[in-house]
């Protein structure tokens, strides 16, 4: 019985590092490059008929170009909502809109935005490396308490840690990776 309890325990815990690991990209996927990239637009949220409406779910998005997102509103009749709501945004991008629909142009990155964004990438990968490192802590204490409890033998225990520490290792060094492409992608001219 108890064995299943700690493969249980092993599995619960390998969820919840890929789950870090996952916020941590959606989160990376949010901060601009100097590459266009549809992510950025996923907080802009915009009145559609009475009710705040994500901007992916009112229009089209493409990106045409590297530096160029287009916006085709489904109801032309928005254009202006999403215009406003853009403008209204932390984007730093002004929206022009033509014919097609609204273009967004980014400008590339001065190098004193880029050491910026370098450091919120940084501080949302140790919050990464925290979140993988709080599950072990937490794994762990459950292990301490099936010993405790008389349910797992010291050797048992030793072995159950030392597969939680390779989960560890394995989705801190996911986390890392996720940054090391991310720093990439800021650093491309």
Not at 47 to 69: F, K, L, M, W
Not at 83 to 104: C, F, H, M, T, Y
Not at 127 to 140: K, M, S, W
Not at 171 to 184: G, I, M, R, S
């Amino acid at each position: 019985m108890h064995n299943n309890a700690m493969q249980d325990l092993l599995k619960d815990a390998e969820h919840r590092m890929k789950q870090a690991v996952e916020a941590t990209l959606h989160d990376f996927q949010r901060i601009r490059t100097g590459r266009a990239n549809p992510m950025v637009l996923e907080k802009i949220m915009v009145d559609y008929y009475g009710s705040e409406t994500p901007v992916n779910q009112v229009a089209n998005i493409s990106v045409p170009e590297p530096r160029q997102i287009l916006i085709n509103p489904y109801d032309k009749g928005m254009t202006v909502a999403i215009e406003k709501a853009i403008q209204k945004s932390d984007l730093g991008v002004n929206p022009v809109v033509d014919s097609n629909g609204i273009r967004l142009n980014f400008p590339q990155m001065t190098e004193e935005r880029r050491k910026e964004l370098v450091k919120q990438v940084h501080a949302r990968t140790e919050e990464g490396r925290v979140a993988v490192r709080n599950v072990r802590r937490d794994t762990l204490q459950h292990g301490q308490a099936r010993l405790k409890a008389k349910e797992i033998s010291e050797d048992e225990l030793k072995g159950f840690e030392k597969k939680v520490q390779d989960l560890t290792d394995k989705f801190v060094h996911e986390v890392d990776d996720l940054q090391k492409k991310k720093d990439a992608e800021l650093m491309e001219i």
